[in-house]
Protein backbone atom coordinates (compact mmCIF):
# COMPACT_ATOMS: atom_id res chain seq x y z
CA UNK A 1 0.00 0.00 0.00
CA UNK A 2 1.38 3.20 -0.40
CA UNK A 3 0.68 6.41 1.29
CA UNK A 4 1.09 9.70 -0.79
CA UNK A 5 1.59 13.61 0.20
CA UNK A 6 1.87 16.51 -2.03
CA UNK A 7 3.29 19.47 -0.56
CA UNK A 8 1.32 22.61 -0.50
CA UNK A 9 2.51 26.24 -0.17
CA UNK A 10 3.52 27.47 3.13
CA UNK A 11 1.40 30.01 4.23
CA UNK A 12 0.71 31.37 7.74
CA UNK A 13 -2.78 30.00 8.27
CA UNK A 14 -1.85 26.56 6.76
CA UNK A 15 0.45 25.86 9.46
CA UNK A 16 -1.04 27.72 12.63
CA UNK A 17 -1.89 24.32 13.87
CA UNK A 18 1.78 23.50 13.86
CA UNK A 19 3.78 26.42 14.49
CA UNK A 20 4.91 30.05 13.41
CA UNK A 21 6.17 31.11 9.55
CA UNK A 22 8.68 33.28 9.57
CA UNK A 23 9.07 36.08 6.59
CA UNK A 24 9.38 39.41 5.81
CA UNK A 25 5.83 39.61 4.39
CA UNK A 26 3.82 42.88 4.09
CA UNK A 27 4.82 46.06 5.71
CA UNK A 28 7.09 45.87 8.47
CA UNK A 29 6.26 46.44 12.16
CA UNK A 30 8.92 49.75 12.95
CA UNK A 31 11.43 51.42 10.47
CA UNK A 32 14.93 51.48 12.53
CA UNK A 33 18.44 52.11 11.56
CA UNK A 34 18.09 55.92 10.24
CA UNK A 35 14.80 54.68 7.89
CA UNK A 36 17.52 52.22 6.28
CA UNK A 37 16.18 48.79 7.99
CA UNK A 38 12.45 47.34 8.22
CA UNK A 39 11.96 45.16 11.15
CA UNK A 40 9.07 42.32 11.57
CA UNK A 41 8.99 42.42 15.06
CA UNK A 42 8.02 39.18 17.58
CA UNK A 43 7.22 36.66 14.45
CA UNK A 44 7.86 33.27 16.24
CA UNK A 45 6.62 32.18 19.94
CA UNK A 46 9.39 30.33 21.32
CA UNK A 47 8.93 28.58 24.18
CA UNK A 48 11.72 26.38 26.47
CA UNK A 49 9.69 25.38 29.14
CA UNK A 50 10.73 25.30 32.66
CA UNK A 51 14.67 24.46 33.30
CA UNK A 52 15.25 25.10 29.79
CA UNK A 53 17.25 28.22 27.87
CA UNK A 54 17.42 29.09 23.98
CA UNK A 55 20.42 28.05 22.17
CA UNK A 56 21.25 28.73 18.68
CA UNK A 57 22.76 25.82 16.48
CA UNK A 58 23.87 25.09 13.12
CA UNK A 59 22.97 22.53 11.33
CA UNK A 60 24.09 21.10 7.76
CA UNK A 61 21.56 18.72 6.23
CA UNK A 62 22.50 16.66 3.00
CA UNK A 63 20.33 17.46 0.22
CA UNK A 64 17.28 15.29 -0.48
CA UNK A 65 14.66 15.35 -3.73
CA UNK A 66 11.67 14.53 -4.40
CA UNK A 67 9.74 12.02 -4.10
CA UNK A 68 10.96 11.43 -0.48
CA UNK A 69 10.20 8.67 1.37
CA UNK A 70 8.79 9.89 5.14
CA UNK A 71 9.73 6.83 7.56
CA UNK A 72 9.88 8.67 10.61
CA UNK A 73 8.53 11.94 12.21
CA UNK A 74 10.02 13.29 15.78
CA UNK A 75 8.90 15.94 18.22
CA UNK A 76 10.63 17.26 21.58
CA UNK A 77 8.27 17.98 24.20
CA UNK A 78 10.22 20.22 26.26
CA UNK A 79 10.47 23.44 23.85
CA UNK A 80 9.85 24.78 20.36
CA UNK A 81 12.31 24.72 17.68
CA UNK A 82 12.80 27.15 15.07
CA UNK A 83 14.31 26.34 11.39
CA UNK A 84 15.88 29.70 9.59
CA UNK A 85 17.61 28.49 6.26
CA UNK A 86 20.83 30.53 5.37
CA UNK A 87 20.91 30.32 1.82
CA UNK A 88 17.51 31.45 -0.22
CA UNK A 89 16.17 27.74 -1.84
CA UNK A 90 12.94 26.41 -0.55
CA UNK A 91 12.67 23.08 1.70
CA UNK A 92 10.22 20.25 2.77
CA UNK A 93 8.64 21.02 5.90
CA UNK A 94 6.23 17.81 7.42
CA UNK A 95 4.54 17.77 10.56
CA UNK A 96 1.39 15.72 11.82
CA UNK A 97 -1.07 16.67 14.57
CA UNK A 98 -0.88 14.25 17.76
CA UNK A 99 -3.23 11.83 18.44
CA UNK A 100 -3.62 10.48 22.04
CA UNK A 101 0.25 10.59 21.51
CA UNK A 102 1.00 9.08 18.14
CA UNK A 103 0.85 11.05 15.25
CA UNK A 104 -1.94 11.49 12.81
CA UNK A 105 -2.34 11.94 9.19
CA UNK A 106 1.33 14.52 8.30
CA UNK A 107 0.92 17.40 6.18
CA UNK A 108 3.52 18.44 4.05
CA UNK A 109 4.71 21.75 2.99
CA UNK A 110 7.01 23.36 0.64
CA UNK A 111 8.57 27.08 1.74
CA UNK A 112 8.89 30.11 -0.33
CA UNK A 113 12.74 31.47 -0.50
CA UNK A 114 13.11 33.71 2.04
CA UNK A 115 10.77 32.02 4.76
CA UNK A 116 11.51 29.54 7.99
CA UNK A 117 9.45 28.39 10.25
CA UNK A 118 9.18 27.72 14.22
CA UNK A 119 7.74 24.33 15.40
CA UNK A 120 5.55 24.64 18.70
CA UNK A 121 6.81 22.41 21.54
CA UNK A 122 5.56 19.06 20.86
CA UNK A 123 4.67 19.60 17.06
CA UNK A 124 5.05 16.15 15.66
CA UNK A 125 7.48 16.66 12.63
CA UNK A 126 9.78 15.31 9.78
CA UNK A 127 13.50 15.55 9.81
CA UNK A 128 15.64 18.64 8.50
CA UNK A 129 14.88 18.27 4.92
CA UNK A 130 16.58 20.46 2.30
CA UNK A 131 16.14 19.82 -1.30
CA UNK A 132 19.12 22.01 -2.59
CA UNK A 133 22.86 22.51 -1.10
CA UNK A 134 23.93 23.73 0.81
CA UNK A 135 21.50 23.07 3.19
CA UNK A 136 22.75 25.33 6.19
CA UNK A 137 20.21 26.39 8.72
CA UNK A 138 20.38 28.53 12.10
CA UNK A 139 18.57 26.54 14.78
CA UNK A 140 17.15 27.97 17.83
CA UNK A 141 15.87 25.34 20.58
CA UNK A 142 15.76 24.07 23.93
CA UNK A 143 18.78 23.67 25.72
CA UNK A 144 18.25 21.52 28.55
CA UNK A 145 18.14 18.52 31.23
CA UNK A 146 15.32 15.89 30.71
CA UNK A 147 14.54 13.81 27.36
CA UNK A 148 13.44 16.36 24.55
CA UNK A 149 13.08 13.88 21.66
CA UNK A 150 10.24 11.21 21.01
CA UNK A 151 10.49 9.68 17.93
CA UNK A 152 7.69 7.47 15.60
CA UNK A 153 8.30 5.38 12.72
CA UNK A 154 5.96 4.57 10.42
CA UNK A 155 4.69 0.58 9.19
CA UNK A 156 4.44 1.95 5.92
CA UNK A 157 6.16 5.01 4.57
CA UNK A 158 4.46 8.21 3.29
CA UNK A 159 6.16 9.26 -0.31
CA UNK A 160 5.99 12.75 -0.56
CA UNK A 161 5.46 13.43 -3.99
CA UNK A 162 6.65 16.80 -6.44
CA UNK A 163 3.59 19.41 -5.95
Not at 99 to 116: E, I, K, N, S, Y
Amino acid sequence: MTRTLTPEPLTAAAFAPFGDVLDASGAPDKIINQGLCGRWHDRARLDFGSGGRAGISLFRAEPRSLPYSLQMVERHPEGSQAFLPMHEHPFLVVVAPDADGVPAMPRAFLTAPGQAINLHRGTWHGVLTPLHAPGLFAVVDRIGEGANLQEHWFDTPYIVTKP
